[in-house]
């Protein structure tokens, strides 16, 4: 198991493949969701999109640690990262960034409209586990 974010995993953040997040909340019912983009910040941090997030914003709440599945879409690796959500960003840099890129997925589904950016939601990475390694159970 490691805990830092590899140059191998970039690609599973490029978007071409919908991340899934798993919360849990306060009374232990679980919630699993797909989400349109997770952003690597550095090898230790990621962001998440935040737009529709209800259930799931609310488990974060209660509980500020879950867990982000993303697949390579070039190996079909997928990793699990266990993450603890560390702040959200309505303003600057990261936010302009995710925001133009959430655009540009909403663009290319016809739903300008519904594709709106909340916030940035940065998770600080506490360990990553490889469940497929190049398309095959690991």
């Known amino acids: 198991m490691m805990n830092k974010l590899t140059q191998d995993m970039l690609p599973a953040f490029q978007g071409v493949i919908p991340p899934t997040l798993a919360t849990v909340s306060d009374d232990g019912i679980p919630n699993v969701t797909y989400i349109s983009h997770v952003h690597y910040i550095d090898e230790e941090h990621i962001a998440l999109s935040r737009q529709f997030f209800s259930k799931t914003w609310k488990n974060i709440n209660e509980n500020p640690h879950f867990t982000v599945a993303v697949t390579c879409p ?65």
């Open 74 to 138: 070039e190996t079909f690796t997928l990793w699990k990262i266990n993450v603890s959500y560390q702040e959200e960003e309505k303003e600057g840099g990261l936010f302009e960034e995710m925001d133009m890129i959430i655009t540009a997925i909403a663009s290319m589904q016809g739903m300008e409209d519904t594709f709106k950016l909340q916030s940035a939601v940065i998770c600080k990475v506490e360990s990553i586990q490889t469940l497929v390694l190049n398309g095959k159970i690991n």
